[in-house]
């Protein structure tokens, strides 16, 4: 009885069993054929990678850079662009390398300040005297900069070169276009009285 249903159990499994694709052939034609086939998978993540300063490898983390503008006293609002210092770890002359990847279409990326520039004692500077001259990095096409607003979102739209795949870097450098006369003391900082601009790409 124990046997009997050893064997039973056995047969019941057997067509469970994964087996190989084979094919077995035999003839007296010459040729004779045997196939045999695989299939393959291969499962890609959506991802999306945003980068403003210096870097090169798509990792996470990294420093915030600060552009500092130090305009000579002998030249306060006469209209003449102040190019920025450099900042830490980039390139020169307050320029900044920056890039998007993204693998699922269009790229909504945008800019967002919280209000103008202070000085923590009631005086401004509006964002709209910071510009960004953009040149091209390594792609064909430049990463546009989202203009810069008081306290507002700017919004451009990147969208793929071919499929669904956007690649795409520039450098920016930026200038205080120091159009007017305003009140001494530093404005912005670091984190603070307005100085952090965030910027954001967003993908379906």
Do not use: C
Request: glycine fraction near 10%.
């Amino acid at each position: 009885m124990t046997k009997t249903l050893l064997a039973a159990a056995l047969l019941a499994a057997v067509p469970m069993m994964a087996n190989a694709d084979s094919q077995f052939t035999t003839g007296s034609t010459s040729p004779i054929t045997a196939r045999a086939h695989l299939d393959f998978q291969v499962t890609i993540p959506k991802i999306l990678y945003l980068r403003v300063g210096d870097g090169l490898s798509m990792a996470s983390g990294g420093n915030i850079e600060q552009i500092a503008f130090n305009v000579a006293a002998g030249n306060v609002g006469n209209g003449t662009a102040v190019a920025a210092t450099t900042p830490s770890g980039d390139l020169d002359n307050g320029s900044v390398t920056a890039r998007v990847i993204g693998n699922n279409g269009n790229i909504t990326f945008t800019s967002t300040t919280t209000g103008p520039l202070n000085n923590g004692a009631g005086d401004t500077i509006s964002y709209s005297q910071i510009t960004a001259a953009v040149a091209t990095l390594t792609s064909t096409v430049a990463l546009p900069h989202p203009t810069l607003a008081d306290g507002a979102t700017t919004t451009v739209t990147l969208n793929p070169v071919s499929g669904k795949l956007v690649n795409r870097d520039a450098v920016w450098t930026f200038s205080y276009e120091n159009d007017n006369v305003v009140a001494p003391g530093i404005y912005g900082g670091t984190n603070a009285n307005g100085s952090r601009v965030t910027y954001t790409a967003s993908m379906p």
